[in-house]
């Protein structure tokens, strides 16, 4: 199913841009686990737009509501869904989109695919689908606290922006570092450089991408699956699965094609009664399982398709033309793709803590 | 399920690297393709070992028996069982394995997930295990080109052996180039480099990785899924799931980071009645779904962690020791990566075949 | 996954008696399908509690909004996701049920499950939950008659209440014959009988249940796929998912084993270009794929679990007890299940019909 | 997928009655079962052809041989691929059929459904394709008992061929009794009575049907899923999806329309700690999820369609002919069918009780 993901904790999202709103359904959600509306609205809140002075002012409150799976405090263990109105739709400022087609967005291949497309506005292509993962990903993450890895850490940060990169530690960056900047960058001495560089796009009528790096700590050995579900293979998936997301690499990525194997591979040694790896270029992955080590990845993000200048493009019947972008977009998704990334590497980590407790009774 | 793959078109791969033999059920495959063992065998021979004198020289004929789904030399539509026997294993290599994890490799995971191992040779984790998703490609590839995409080519070559990067286009680069030498590139200039560079390493009982990269021309418009399962992210996931990869990108991948959004975008302009893009950026896929130009992705292979020398390692009973690698491996993987690079792209692009045509009633 | 259903053609429900409201979220729909909020409030109206003085007094309009996946009166081919909101629950009345179990309901169950449950009705258990259903099936049913089935119909009556039976004729009973009394049984002779029955049962405080029978006409040859999702066994599973159904035959069922191969076999004969069978005790199913007669199948419900006396049963404490059934509920699940049955058999058709034309090219 | 079952113990069966053999991968097995092929062998025995006087004299050994996925003695937690040679294959005795279509067979549906079969001999609608099923059955049994139930008994019987009905009481019946004679009956009384009748169907070239009765004692409580799953529904698929099976029922079935409410409820009581149920109107089953109590259903299986007597038909070139049944026949399926009955039984409880694992941590 395209809109479906995961295999025992499994989310369904659906909603368009504009139109009714946006949701999610959870199946498979374990029951007994605290959730209020505030568990998810709390990570809503670093997604929405508006939040800051770098990203698009469409004005959206993102409030969700529960309508199932939750009691008295708790989940009941049946699917929960969550709902999310749009609010500050405005059809009109697509109304060129109608006929023609937007320079790599998703325009011309819905259409080609479906023969129809809600023209106003992107659609299911737009970021605010995303809503459903964030918030699905909330509940993933209290599962996953409360019954697989109490101390697990999900933290993700813009690595760079365009050539500004931040020199950031996997291993020891702290979320409120992050979250203490609007760039969500982890690294003081380039939050300015790169809030200014946005800006710079942004008054050009301009768009910039980057890369967002994410370290996944205190994960159980054991995760991942031989052979087609690997652990890095579902992160792939996942992060490739995002908007504007047009690479991904797990430890030692592209780089370690650079290094030989007696370079490359990580030493086991014990520290205590736990096996450990003396470097982590397998990035927390061997086989497609968990080690324990911390998984490290990053991804790269393409520049905002949507830009404030006149492109070449086609109309829908077949005709050359010219489009100028209009509407509200970010200038460049990094900062609200913080926490998308974080959300969907919550909600893998979470089926496959479950998949590994069925199988293998416990995680 | 980990060892299944696809929607629709469906695979499941079975076998050890030691033991009865590897194999795979293809179910979903639509009728009346004609197809016989030559077809498959042409396929696994481009992958088995001892194939050239950088590989690995393990001696597998890897002859393919066709147990079910095939009648008078045409598919029933009914499951395809595959099975290809282990001839050459040498359990006895594999005796030190037995308690002691080799770097790198998945022997520490899988034991810490399942509490028992094959450690008579890589067991789920060996590239054996790819024999299956081969035999099925061939059949994949059959189906596309009959039914959906007759003027398909699925073409991958090694981009780069460490630092040697070899000079290919992908949008004109013939597969026979690729077939002509043994190290599986499309570079004449750089095939003595790598080849050389791959026996030193041999030589010195060290490894070495690299990039592989792969072009699909001809796709049809329309295949991909929006959401969870864009076709990128499908690409991207199979891929990632091979043994040694780590990264995938597609498209700009990494370096369109570099650019701004004008520089980035793929203008559209009209070719006749077929909508084109002036530059491809966008790698063939805009919103997951195809856009009808050529599909272009780049895989990380880290070099093979089998080395022959001494390594820091734990045993199995939690103690400190020291590892020295034995057993028939491949001082570089990349050439025998190539076809199944292109064979989980096929499965890729049959499985979103059928489920167009399921939904869109074309492909 | 407990709330999901269909391959293809993908519902995942949601909701609970109690709570928010109920609804279903539909992905893998065709789009271009014409479809508005009428076409679903119509079969809403035949499912909806106090539509008629023998069933429940429960006061629902069951509304339904569609919340996303269709644009300009059209479906997009993403996923539509349909809310009804709850309005007349009065869990006051379940207060009692908080420590007790009701026999032969899902309280127990359910809390030996999750450790957990919604007592303020019947959760996930009630037969609100088929809001869900009934509104996707009209999905389906618009999907089947516009792509796959023309001449479809699809039509279930009751066909026994306790020990009257209903003389109907699945070959060409009507549809307007069935919706034309409230009980919906194809026999005009026995309308007032089981009427007079279910209301003499209500006012006993007492219950009855029946057989529904239902008959799908002009569905296409070759759906239903061999081995484990055979067409029977698929609307089996479907129907034997309805609350209070305990049992499921078709064509011949259990009396055919009455019968001697002589006897029960279909011979096939010629009718012009067509293939028919001179008997149809196949029931339009052989080797579980639809033959293009007509298919023919028949549930077994059983009475009412609640009833309106004093019964034996213990406390989630574990203490015995006794408990009075109250809240509003029907003595008689069979004329709201007639369109259920026919949801689910719509539900089944359509998920088989692009499973069809995925592998086959055609349905 | 047409071949595969289940959803976290996952088995995908393939083979034709007559080609290179038939078999089954099963995914997601725990590991550390103990598993040899002594323990698969001894429910093919009692699946297998030429057992008795009463069933099909095809001459068949049915030894299966295991691939992968079981390391000395032990499961690895990878894919076991198990096969089994066909031998005794005479496609000459279906010469005539390649033309003509057995009546109530599938030979027409497949035809119609794939545009090609295999016409020598059944292909995969025919029994030979539920060895695959009874060899995995045989491994979800231990892991059941192992894991999951150890006092867990399935046991299944004939309990009518055609009119003569066995009196068997399902809490007591001991599965000795049931092997201790040909037609796997449980009341002694009936034995010969069976048994003549059948002789004397075969001896006049006809068939006769009846029905199979099975009880699950010893599950554990909770096992099942709310709507969709139901663990009856789940029940009631998988024996459905066997051969000649035409009617399922749980608990009361059909014969429960004929009670009220008071009459049909369950009422609770403690047993100890234990909650129980006076009665067991409602099969072991209720919500959809397991109470502990014993699980009972019943199936009705058709006369087998094969008889050795001239019937009406048609031919694929669209003629209406004549054609006399030949081949080696059971001329009644239920001695076989009983193994069967218990296989499914045990997928569908395997695949239950990891699903259980898998969200509430016990099973």
């Known amino acids: 199913m395209s809109s479906s993901s995961g295999n025992l904790f499994r989310i369904s999202t659906w909603g368009e841009s504009h139109g ?20 998810i609205q709390t990570d809503l809140d670093r997604r929405k737009p508006g939040q800051s002075e770098i990203v698009t002012p469409r004005d959206e409150a993102d409030q969700c509501e529960i309508l199932s799976g939750v009691f008295e405090g708790k989940t009941l263990g049946t699917p929960i869904a969550i709902l999310v109105r749009n609010k ?33 506005g992107g659609g299911r292509a737009s970021a605010r689908e995303t809503i459903g993962r964030v918030a699905a990903a909330a509940v993933a993450k209290k599962v996953l606290l409360s019954h697989f890895a109490p101390d697990l850490e999900i933290i993700a940060w813009v690595k760079s922006v365009r050539d500004i990169v931040a020199d950031v530690d996997p291993d020891t960056v702290k979320f409120s570092e992050i979250e203490s900047n609007i760039v969500r960058t982890g690294d003081p001495a380039t939050v300015d450089k790169m809030i200014d560089l946005i800006k710079e796009m942004r008054s050009e009528g301009n768009s910039v991408g980057g890369v967002v790096e994410c370290v996944l700590r ?9 052979v087609f579900d690997k652990l890095e293979a579902d992160l792939g998936k996942a992060m490739l699965s995002l908007p504007a997301c047009k690479g991904f690499e797990v430890g030692s990525g592209f780089s370690g094609t650079q290094l030989t194997g007696k370079e490359h591979n990580d030493p ?59 509407g509200r977009h970010d200038p460049c998704v990094l ?8 959300a969907m590497a919550a909600l893998v980590l979470c089926d496959h803590a479950l998949r590994q407790r069925a199988q293998n009774g416990q995680a």
Not at 218 to 224: C, E, N
Not at 335 to 342: Q, S
């Open 268 to 326: 086991f040694y014990m520290e205590g009664d736990r096996v450990r790896t003396r470097s982590n270029r397998s990035g927390g992955i061997q086989g497609g399982i968990s080690n324990g080590e911390n998984i490290v990845f990053r991804l790269a993000f393409k520049p905002t398709a949507t830009i404030m200048s006149a492109q070449e493009t086609v109309s829908s019947g077949g005709e050359d033309t010219e489009l100028t972008g209009r």
């Open 218 to 226: 205190q994960v159980p050995v054991g995760l991942g699956e031989p």
């Open 20 to 39: 009714g709103g946006v949701g999610v359904v959870i199946d498979g959600c374990p029951p007994q686990i605290d959730l209020c509306v505030g568990d």
């Open 335 to 342: 900062p609200r793709a913080v926490p998308m990334v974080e």
């Open 88 to 120: 500050d739709a405005r059809p009109e400022a697509y109304e060129e989109m109608k006929d023609k087609f937007r320079p790599s967005h998703a325009d011309y291949t819905y259409e080609a695919k479906y023969g129809i497309r809600n023209w106003q």
